[in-house]
């Protein structure tokens, strides 16, 4: 660990000024575009978990809880975790657990399915901007989401049927009171990934200091897969202006979407280290989710796209 240290600190002392505009870039993007998508999501579910018991989940909740072999507030996870992007899943999944909703196997083993990427970023930054196609970002969405019910079901046999004590704690505090430490939480989460985005924003400019392109010249996507394992928004936009086909470069895709990337892994950290949930499973599942969604994606694409 202490060599390792060293190393990434000899790496950002190798171009320390480009390391520090790259590191302004991405608290500038920070303020001006993760914060304002992320942070309302991150207030909403943490008032969502607060403000009543979710063991009231509605009727719905029942098949799709039987079907992952969860508790009904594992599909509320698992929701949030699809509709909001990341880390929202891993963040509600730690909340759950916290409030003593969960169980801390089952808090684990969520933590393997859902947190995803969400919609909004798929459909309208990777479809729309990366791929001048917003239908492409809907067929990514589509596998990426089949990918993540695939892992969840493969799962189910480790999770045994979900009984939760009587003897949980329930919220009756007020509506104010509820919004406000939802607030102050989602206030301290959102500086808490701000941190991780900056540091791997600084890591990804030093590594891209070393000039490595003569590893990657005759490999197109190798840059791009290579990038994409530290932060998988780059990786991708690399990824889309390779020489790859577009089925590759789709398929190339749909992988780094599902596993998303070490920088997401250490927001996961930042929630689930103080909880001593496990984190090694969460890797492993989604680095076979996304092979998963690669394979769908390569497999389906032929079907929509000639």
């Known amino acids: 660990m202490f060599i390792a240290s060293l190393l990434i600190l000899a790496l950002l002392l190798f171009s320390p000024l480009q390391v520090a505009q790259s590191a302004q870039s991405a608290l500038l993007m920070c303020l001006h575009s993760v914060a304002p998508s992320l942070f309302p999501f991150l207030a909403a579910s943490k008032i969502v978990i607060l403000s009543r018991d979710l063991r009231k989940s509605p009727k719905l909740f029942r098949p799709i809880a039987k079907f992952f072999n969860i508790s009904p507030m594992g599909v509320w996870a698992f929701f949030l975790g699809l509709l909001c992007g990341y880390p929202i899943g891993a963040k509600t999944v730690c909340d759950l657990y916290l409030e003593q909703q969960l169980s801390k196997k089952e808090a684990t083993l969520l933590l393997c399915f859902c947190n995803n990427a969400g919609p909004a970023f798929i459909i309208a930054t990777v479809g729309g901007m990366f791929f001048n196609r917003a239908s ?112 590759h470069q789709l398929s190339l895709t749909s992988f780094l979407l599902s596993f998303s990337g070490l920088s997401v892994f250490f927001q996961v950290m930042t929630f689930s280290a103080k909880l001593g949930l496990k984190i090694t499973p969460c890797m492993i599942c989604k680095v076979l989710t996304g092979f998963l969604a690669m394979i769908l994606c390569f497999l389906l694409f032929p079907l929509f796209y000639s």
């Not at 791009?224 to 390779?242: A, K």
């Open 136 to 247: 492409l970002g809907v067929f990514l969405y589509g596998c990426h989401v089949l990918a993540a019910v695939g892992m969840g079901f493969a799962l189910r046999s480790f999770q045994p049927p979900t009984v939760l004590p009587p003897s949980l704690k329930e919220t009756n505090e007020d509506l104010p009171t509820v919004v406000t430490a939802a607030i102050s939480d989602a206030a301290l989460t959102m500086l808490n990934i701000t941190g991780v985005i900056v540091f791997f924003a600084a890591f990804f400019e030093g590594l891209r200091s070393l000039n490595l392109d003569f590893l990657f010249h005759s490999h197109p996507g190798a840059e791009g897969l290579f990038m994409g394992l530290f932060e998988f928004t780059s990786g991708i936009r690399l990824v889309s202006q390779s020489a790859l086909s577009l089925r």
